[in-house]
């Protein structure tokens, strides 16, 4: 059930979320707050990690706030890059292709949990 989840979040949730951010046409203080987006997701995911993880560590809802957290700050990221280089790039094809490959980017982090998955196989 837990492998599913994280499967719909990572291939349906994350490009919708993609979608959603990098949609709007790109501007200055858009793609400003999007940084300051990122920046604070990270951060967020810093101080859970660093010091309320190791108070509640039989709990594993700390454990996986830092890795939302982390996730939803590479999607923001990803639209963060989307639009600056939208923003640079005027022509309408550069503009389709840097959205595509940006929505195929938010599947990575799967793609990473298949790997650790294989590293240690249990």
Request: overall charge positive.
């Amino acid at each position: 059930m837990k492998l599913a989840l994280t499967f719909f979040a990572v291939f349906v949730v994350g490009p919708i979320l993609f979608w959603r951010l990098a949609r709007p046409a790109p501007s200055r203080h858009r793609i400003a707050a999007l940084m300051a987006c990122a920046i604070l997701l990270m951060v967020a995911a810093f101080a859970i990690g660093h010091w309320l993880v190791p108070m509640l560590l039989p709990s594993p809802y700390p454990g996986l706030a830092v890795i939302v957290a982390s996730w939803l700050s590479w999607i923001v990221v990803l639209a963060y890059c989307a639009l600056a280089l939208q923003y640079r790039l005027k022509s309408h094809t550069a503009r389709k292709t840097i959205f595509a490959l940006g929505a195929m980017a938010t599947t990575l982090p799967w793609f990473g949990l298949y790997a650790a998955q294989i590293m240690d196989p249990e």
